[in-house]
């Protein structure tokens, strides 16, 4: 059985940073693009980035330069660098993974995490 465990979300100021990790199990990691996506209530689940098996990243626009994807293979890990924190950022965000980097990119996601907070505000 899969599970992706999200962990590190939290209430930061504007300006500030966090780090997201999402620990896999249950499945090949190295196998398996990694995402995060986000989602406010009442609102549709939004792409934030994605990285392939191989490394390759995508970002949404609004994210890019301010927040980093990374995984650790050996660690069976994914990890979202989050700078420069806006209240705009604020959402509940979700690991996601699935064998092929184009259905991470476009929502047709195998596995989710439950998700984590992170609530941006002064």
């Known amino acids: 059985q899969v599970h992706l465990v999200e962990s590190g979300g939290g209430l930061v100021q504007p300006g500030g940073s966090l780090r997201l990790s999402c620990a896999a199990s249950?499945?090949?990691?190295?196998?398996?693009?990694m995402g995060w996506y986000r989602q406010a209530p009442g609102k549709e689940r939004e792409l934030v980035c994605v990285?392939?098996?191989?490394?390759?990243?995508y970002y949404t626009d609004s994210v890019k330069g301010r927040f980093t994807i990374s995984r650790d293979n050996a660690k069976n890990t994914v990890y979202l660098q989050m700078n420069s924190l806006k209240p705009e950022d604020t959402f509940v965000y979700y690991c996601a993974a699935d064998r092929f980097y184009m259905n991470l990119k476009s929502g047709r996601i195998t596995y989710w995490g439950q998700g984590t907070e992170v609530t941006v505000s002064s």
């Open positions: 249950g499945l090949t990691f190295g196998s398996y693009a």
């Open positions: 990285i392939s098996n191989g490394g390759t990243t």
